[in-house]
């Protein structure tokens, strides 16, 4: 009988796929690391804005959002008889925002934001279809300048919250579509993607050695770059070289013991950008610690920014010890419990009577009780 109530109870709580409750310690440990991440973006001059978790398919998926429609959860508004969908990345609505809301604003506009998205379904590195999302958008001012200020305020606030070995691979996802014709083009993007040297020459004909170049210039900067830099690519390909070479060297300047990497061959996840990308990554770390990178907004504004995920952080990340926990019994001064809590305590008051305040401490996972006013540990 016990067993089948169980089982019962288990099937009526049941989660769907990639979704999951935020529990003790972790769920408070995620808002303090969003809490510092926004506070963080704010002492680079980046002011937080907060977007609806659903709004009109129409705005959502439009510019850079027409990359997520795969991944939108929609539903009719009962209200409009519209439809509406459900984030599944902040970017775009931020994108919105800067070109309605705040388009009289001066440029650059700095914007951070922070929340949940909601994605159809999880990919294999990141089975997850609810993610937490922290990120920046700096709007209105395109060139290298801009892109390796997001670079650096990611490392900046990612180092702040504890991450050791972080490294930056920098993503061309435009230069390959840039100098290929029409002929193959999707298949030459996905072995380029999949870094298929064999299909790359079978398919690109006169255009095998530039591209057979291409992924010989993924690695170390100090390695790749020169290789990519050997490279006669054509003049739009050429452009976007050296845009990325004036970038690594603004980097490299702010921050000469970053580990930085290139990629020039790699486009999944970077449909929308329209410039230089990049990828935050740890060594042994499962998954990315954020991507961003360069796009055009919904008013055909440049803009680049980036987002990091928090499940990559947590998974990551030790929980620090949490402020020492004091049970404190009916009937307690009220004073000292309150200046207690003043001086960092956390109290956990009593509703009722106990016979041993010492014993209740510990059911509740206190580290100290209240006896006669004076704070007494466990341990002693």
Not at 140 to 159: F, I, R, S
Not at 289 to 295: H, T
Request: proline share 6%.
């Amino acid at each position: 009988m016990t067993s089948a109530s169980s089982n019962n109870a288990g099937e009526k709580f049941l989660l769907p796929a990639g979704l999951g409750d935020g529990l003790p310690p972790e769920a408070g440990f995620e808002a303090a690391i969003v809490e510092r991440l926004v506070a963080s973006f704010a002492r680079w001059g980046y002011e937080r804005v907060k977007p609806p978790l659903i709004e009109f398919e129409d705005s959502l998926l439009a510019g850079p959002g027409e990359a997520m429609a795969a991944h939108t959860f929609r539903l009719m508004d009962p209200i409009s008889q519209r439809m509406m969908g459900l984030r599944a990345d902040m970017t775009p609505q931020v994108g919105r925002i800067a070109a309605s809301r705040l388009q009289n604003m001066p440029r650059p506009l700095r914007l951070s934001y922070a929340g949940q998205v909601l994605r159809v379904k999880g990919e294999q590195m990141r089975p997850e279809r609810q993610l937490g999302q922290v990120g920046v958008e700096l709007i209105g001012v395109d060139g290298a300048a801009a892109d390796a200020e997001v670079v650096l305020l990611a490392v900046e606030a990612l180092t702040s919250l504890g991450v050791r070995e972080l490294a930056v691979d920098l993503n061309v996802p435009r230069l390959a579509p840039s100098i290929l014709g029409e002929a193959h083009r999707r298949e030459l993007i996905a072995a380029l993607d999949r870094k298929d040297t064999a299909k790359v020459a079978e398919l690109a004909g006169d255009q095998a050695p530039m591209l057979l170049g291409l992924l010989r210039a993924v690695g170390p900067v100090e390695t790749a770059l020169p290789v990519l830099e050997s490279l006669d690519l054509p003049p739009p390909g050429a452009d976007v070289r050296a845009n990325l070479a004036a970038i690594i060297t603004l980097i490299r300047k702010a921050a000469p013991d970053l580990t930085l990497t290139i990629d020039p061959t790699d486009h999944r996840g970077f449909e929308y950008h329209s410039g230089i990308a990049f990828t935050l990554l740890g060594r042994g770390v499962r998954g990315e610690f954020g991507r961003g990178g360069r796009y055009v907004n919904h008013a055909g504004e440049a803009a680049t920014g980036f987002s990091l995920y928090l499940d990559t952080l947590l998974g990551t990340l030790p929980i620090p010890a949490g402020p020492k926990r004091v049970f404190v019994a009916l009937g307690s001064d009220a004073q000292v419990a309150m200046k207690l809590r003043a001086d960092g305590w956390v109290t956990v008051q009593g509703l009722g009577a106990v016979a041993d305040a010492r014993a209740e401490a510990t059911r509740l996972n206190c580290s100290h009780y209240l006896e006669s006013g004076r704070v007494v540990a466990l341990k002693d």
